[in-house]
């Protein structure tokens, strides 16, 4: 059964940093997997999504990376802003049937002004 | 193109009450559906998944079920309620296309049981 693990649980940056969340996960056999961005109290938002056989994608200020031999993600943040404050979610899709996308618990971010 | 509904977006109901959550997608046939929760604190957790009509997988035993009347149509429900069915819940679709690997959620119905 596939495990996804992220850390930390929270971090807090000055504004200006750049930073990176980790994301883990235990079962290679993956299609893809995806970075989330969570606000408040909202649905989610989809940041990016990277193929098995990709390495990396960027989107502007973040560039997500992938390793499946190692089982491992990361999700660089060029430049934070406040505005970048929110819980960000990674979520690996197995390769089963259904699909069945599973998530991470988070790291929640907070960029001081 | 396609879209995907979610409503109530907020409820609040007493311990004991029944449920009723409805997520309807639009645009597409035959999806791939899914129920996931978010309880306070901890990750989205898949609940139920269905891959047609009247077919219905439950991923962890729990006060909830599911139900798929209609192609688009996808139900969470309990008969009666526990203060640990607290939460906020999403729904989300996938094409049933076996090359497509994207879920797409709704905007989520938070849950508050007291």
């Known amino acids: 059964k596939q495990e996804v693990t992220q850390i930390p649980a929270a971090l807090s940056v000055p504004e200006g940093e750049n930073l990176v969340l980790n994301c883990s996960f235990t079962?290679?056999?993956?299609?893809?997997l995806q970075w989330f961005r969570q606000d408040p109290g909202k649905g989610l938002t989809s940041l990016l999504l990277i193929q098995s056989s990709q390495r990396e994608q960027t989107s502007g200020r973040l560039n997500a990376s992938l390793d499946k031999s190692s089982g491992r993600s990361t999700l660089y943040i060029a430049a934070s802003q406040p505005g970048d404050s929110a819980t960000y979610l990674c979520?690996?899709?197995?390769?089963?049937?259904?699909?069945?996308?599973?998530f991470g618990s988070g790291t929640q971010l907070t960029v001081l002004p | 193109s396609q879209t995907i509904h979610q409503w109530p977006a907020t409820l609040v109901q007493p311990v004991g009450s029944p449920l009723s959550l409805e997520c309807t997608v639009e645009?597409?046939?035959?999806?791939?559906l899914y129920w996931y929760r978010q309880a306070a604190g901890r990750g989205l957790q898949l609940l139920f998944y269905s891959v047609g009509i009247g077919q219905i997988s439950s991923e962890v035993p729990q006060n909830l079920s599911a139900s798929r009347p209609q192609d688009r149509q996808f139900i969470l429900s309990s008969k009666k309620l526990l203060l640990s069915d607290s939460g906020f819940y999403l729904c989300?679709?996938?094409?049933?296309?076996?090359?497509?690997?994207?879920?797409?959620f709704g905007a989520g119905s938070r849950l508050t049981v007291l």
């Open positions: 989300a679709w996938r094409s049933s296309y076996s090359g497509a690997n994207v879920l797409t």
């Open positions: 645009g597409t046939s035959n999806p791939n």
């Open positions: 979520a690996a899709l197995s390769s089963g049937s259904a699909r069945q996308l599973t």
């Open positions: 079962d290679s056999a993956i299609y893809n």
